[in-house]
Nanobody, 120 residues
Framework: QVQLVESGGGLVQAGGSLRLSCAAS????????MGWFRQAPGKEREFVAA????????YYSDSVEGRFTIARDNAKNTAYLLMSSLKPEDTALYYC?????????????WGQGTQVTVSS
């Protein structure tokens, strides 16, 4: 299986930017599609973005389309979520996840999460 560790979260003002990283270890990273999810207090976890194993295909939720970019560097075993034009409603615990299946399918491996807080 693959182990995932997120980093890069923090406190940022509305309109600002952050870059989240997800470092993978344990298995061949390039075999996995990667996804980012988030969970705000009192809400269910929701899909944010996903990227295919080679990086050619990306998917976004409507709420982040045009503001967030998902990327990966298979040589560094790392996935990224570049977040810009952040809004207070983006405040959540952000998780990265990996799957051997489709990017928009079920994810089997999860990190512990990194907190993103956007102040107004």
């Amino acid at each position: 299986q693959v182990q995932l560790v997120e980093s890069g979260g923090g406190l940022v003002q509305a309109g600002g930017s952050l870059r989240l990283s997800c470092a993978a270890s344990g298995r061949t990273f390039s075999n996995y599609a990667m996804g980012w999810f988030r969970q705000a207090p009192g809400k269910e976890r929701e899909f944010v973005a996903a990227i295919s194993w080679g990086g050619a295909l990306t998917y976004y939720s409507d709420s982040v389309e045009g503001r967030f970019t998902i990327a990966r560097d298979n040589a560094k075993n790392t996935a990224y979520l570049l977040m810009s034009s952040l809004k207070p409603e983006d405040t959540a615990l952000y998780y990265c996840a990996a799957t051997l299946g489709r990017p928009q399918g079920k994810y089997d491996f999860w990190g512990q999460g990194t907190q993103v807080t956007v102040s107004s």
